[in-house]
């Protein structure tokens, strides 16, 4: 049995973009709540509302954040930019070493 108060955490799934236009879909239609798709596909409500807001981003109908492709040119960025920091810290290193050995 379970203590009282903690909940069992549910193991981190992921699901393909598909079946997340699916559920979308499902909710835009307006036949069904957000939380009764959700209850019916064993998702969590939150979850389906944060792909719901996120195909609105994508859409152009919320501009309350980034869209799908602006968050993967940041994340390329970053990758790009800490690449490129580790690359000057080499150079830094490399510099200091052969100004020590021409002395």
Known sequence: MEP???KKRRPRRSFTP????????????GDRSVGQVAKD????ETAVRQWVVQT????????????????EELARLRRENR??????EILK???AFFAKEIR
């Open 4 to 6: 009282m108060g903690k």
């Open 18 to 29: 598909e079946f997340k236009t699916e559920i979308v879909e499902l909710c835009s239609r």
């Open 41 to 44: 596909f064993d998702l969590t």
């Open 56 to 71: 609105e981003r994508d859409a152009g109908t919320r501009a309350d954040g980034l869209t799908t492709d602006e968050r």
């Open 83 to 88: 690449r490129l920091t580790d690359d000057v």
């Open 93 to 95: 290193r490399a510099t």
